[in-house]
């Protein structure tokens, strides 16, 4: 099964200037790999860290120490040192993140939200509206939401719109942090679905789900990132 | 997409005497980017857009763009002739007050059709009909065409700025706090087109602001300045989640949570 993605002795600290320069050490020493086809869970109590792990694998956050390699358009990259434009490449091409919550964007409407990953790879606009209304119906928000932008929405119909966005193009390897946390039990079983669908057609997701049904019913593996903590490094 | 950048800007200082305007400013941009600068009053932005829009000489360093024939000219070296033609087409510059950009006493139309005459245009039915559309794009209706500016709200004015520098399809544009000035309410709209249209132009932009939610709405990448020094930069959403320089953590934890 090819690995996509190597995770090599990285390390992350927030240093905080404001308050005297105090130095708040996350995670270290975290290597793992994930491989096509499977999803990998990263499992631990809340502030073990795995949702700034993420965040260091979509280039999100900066990394202190260590390599992210990622096989990128038939080559490999190493994100934690690449420039920002290789980063950009990497997110329009070959990384989809599915953020805990949507940031949105004033006037756009839900629709065209979702499409626009879409878009930005080339894909026709019409097109990618086309998927974007498929994905939209599955999740089953309402179809007299889809031309308004979500700013109003719910909490649960905002992740719904965001969980579209993340599932549309056919990124090789997919980010998911939480993302049924705010969904009925119809919805979440719509998500183990869409995973699944993922797996089947050779992407490897990385995830954080804090619901065990749903954990259970996608992880091939968990990771935990208790392992990482940075106290364990003196040890 | 081109491997090579539109524009790369290599130790650019200015000083105006003793007093530092912008101190051994570098970066590259590519087309279809957008550069976020920046930082508070006096930190040096505004000194660094006018030396790369050549409306300032710097006092050291050197700014070469790559021209439509795909040659880069150093911009410092030309001529003023050069420089102007340059701004005239390939480039627009949208200023924080639109009176700055804007011929205010004659009509919105001619406001746009100027810069189409400018570049050779001369049919008068071609020029009035792409300046309706232009207006149109900025949400200025039709039967507004034939008023000064001076007759608009400064919401209106600064779309009317907008539609007279791209009606020419600049690649570059360079903004100075583009909604500066503006109500809220009225920013948001002004965003919002200016997003649509950098994305759908391929525009590649320099803006101006201090305002870090214009930052992160318009920019992919973005440039702390302080003192006339760059003390960060990077992707938009790492500088502002994850901010590592003092004086980006200062800027950041000062925003107002609405």
């Not at chain 1, 007299?144 to 993340?166: C, D, H, M, Y």
């Not at chain 2, 050069?82 to 701004?87: A, K």
Request: aromatic letters at 6%; hydrophobic letters at 45%.
């Amino acid at each position: 099964m090819p690995t996509p993605l190597v995770v090599s002795d990285v390390a992350k600290s927030f240093t905080m200037h404001l308050r005297d320069g105090i130095k708040l050490p996350v995670v270290a020493a975290v290597s793992f790999s994930i491989k096509a086809g499977e999803c990998t869970v990263l499992g631990g109590p809340s502030g073990a860290g795995k949702s700034s792990i993420l965040k260091m694998l979509y280039g999100n956050y900066a990394v202190d120490e260590g390599q992210i390699i990622v096989s990128h358009e038939g080559g490999l990259i190493d994100l934690a040192n690449a420039s920002p434009r290789t980063v950009l490449a990497v997110r329009r091409q070959t990384i989809g993140y599915v953020s805990q919550f949507l940031r949105t964007v004033p006037r756009v409407s839900a629709l065209d939200v979702v499409a626009e990953p879409l878009v930005e790879r080339g894909e026709e606009r019409e097109v990618a509206r086309g998927k974007a209304r498929a994905l939209l119906a599955q999740l089953n928000l309402p179809e007299k939401l889809w031309a308004l932008p979500p700013a109003t929405f719910s909490g649960g119909e905002q992740q719904r719109v965001n969980i579209a966005r993340g599932f549309i193009t056919e990124h090789p390897i997919l980010l998911l942090d939480e993302p049924t946390a705010s969904l009925d039990a119809r919805n979440r079983d719509v998500v183990i679905e869409l995973i699944a669908a993922k797996k089947s057609a050779g992407v490897a997701l990385l995830g954080i789900f804090h619901d065990h049904d749903v954990r259970k019913a996608v992880a091939d593996r968990v990771i935990d990132v208790t392992a990482f903590a940075p106290g364990k490094l003196a040890a | 997409m081109t491997d090579e950048p539109l524009l790369r800007v290599s130790a650019l200082s200015k000083f105006y005497g003793s007093r530092v305007g912008c101190d051994n400013v570098s970066f590259d941009l590519w087309p279809g980017e957008v550069l976020a600068v920046v930082g508070e009053s006096g930190s040096g932005k505004t000194t660094l857009l006018n030396c790369l829009s050549t409306r300032l000489l710097p006092s050291s360093g050197t700014a070469s763009y790559r021209m439509r024939d795909g040659q880069f000219r150093e911009l410092y070296r030309m001529s003023e002739a050069e420089r102007r033609f340059l701004m005239r087409t390939d480039w627009g510059f949208v200023h924080q007050n639109p009176a700055d950009g804007l011929r205010m006493t004659v009509s919105a139309g001619a406001n746009v059709g100027e810069r189409l005459m400018a570049v050779g245009d001369r049919h008068y039915g071609k020029i009035r009909a792409t300046a309706v559309d232009w207006l149109s794009r900025v949400e200025i209706e039709e039967d507004r065409i034939d008023d000064e500016p001076r007759a608009f709200s400064g919401g209106m004015r600064q779309r009317l700025q907008i539609a007279r520098n791209l009606v020419t399809g600049p690649r570059l544009v360079f903004m100075d706090e583009p909604t500066g000035g503006l109500d809220v309410s009225v920013q948001a709209r002004l965003l919002d087109l200016l997003r649509g249209l950098v994305t759908d132009l391929g525009l590649a932009a320099i803006v101006v602001t201090h305002d870090l939610a214009v930052a992160r709405l318009l920019s992919q990448r973005m440039m702390v300045m302080k003192d006339g020094r760059v003390v960060e930069s990077g992707l938009t959403d790492r500088v502002l989640d994850d901010p590592r320089a003092p004086y980006t953590q200062l800027l950041v934890s000062s925003i107002l949570q609405v």
